[in-house]
């Protein structure tokens, strides 16, 4: 069993001066109500569970969360989810990508005042920025299902996520974003001489 602190449970105690249940998460004593009592120990077990389906933290006061904070909790997650075989799956790049820009214009900005304007402004950002319109569609899709994982943690108010689904994506011939090329036929010098290889394979 690993003895390293950051995976160990905080431990109900007692609070001597008053007589309390005590457990110290995130750096702040949580009083669950008398010690050694039935409705104490229920306290401490719902705290810690959410302690723990929260990542380890407790939810913060909606009105207090930043978009920094937001989107560093959501990296926490999406580095141990999107993995396969212990290898970071190509979602994780897309997601390093819309967690940056989001970043960069709106780290300071509470989480609870992000709205539409501010999405519709990162999405002009993006497709002035040279980026396909496919992509800049799936990195303001990423950005809403920070969100919306937001949501189920508690983080964030479930209207705000609401509200951003109201920003279309982007349209083909209505951005500036470019649409990638056409993709190129394969010239008939290279069927003929392919056709050969796939007979011998059995193909």
Request: aromatic share 8%; hydrophobic share 40%.
């Amino acid at each position: 069993m690993s003895t390293d602190s950051t995976l160990r449970v905080p431990s109900y105690r007692r609070h001597k001066p008053t007589g309390q249940a005590v457990v110290m998460l995130c750096g702040k004593d949580h009083y669950l109500g008398r010690f050694n009592t039935r409705a104490s120990r229920a306290e401490y077990d719902r705290l810690i569970g959410e302690w723990l389906a929260a990542g380890r933290c407790l939810p913060k006061p909606e009105s207090d969360l930043t978009i920094a904070e937001l989107a560093l909790r959501y990296w926490r997650f999406a580095d141990n989810y999107f993995r396969k075989d212990g290898q970071p799956t190509g979602s994780l790049d897309r997601i390093r990508v819309a967690l940056r820009i989001l970043r960069q214009s709106y780290a300071r900005t509470l989480a609870a005042d992000f709205g539409t304007l501010a999405l519709q402004a990162i999405q002009k950002q993006l497709a002035a920025s040279g980026r396909s319109r496919r992509y800049c569609n799936y990195l303001i899709d990423t950005i809403r299902r920070v969100f919306k994982w937001g949501v189920a943690q508690q983080l964030v108010a479930e209207t705000v996520h609401r509200a951003l689904q109201a920003v279309p994506g982007l349209r083909i011939g209505r951005t500036e974003a470019r649409e990638p090329g056409p993709v190129a036929l394969v010239g008939n010098d290279v069927v003929d001489a392919t056709l050969p290889l796939n007979r011998k394979a059995g193909r």
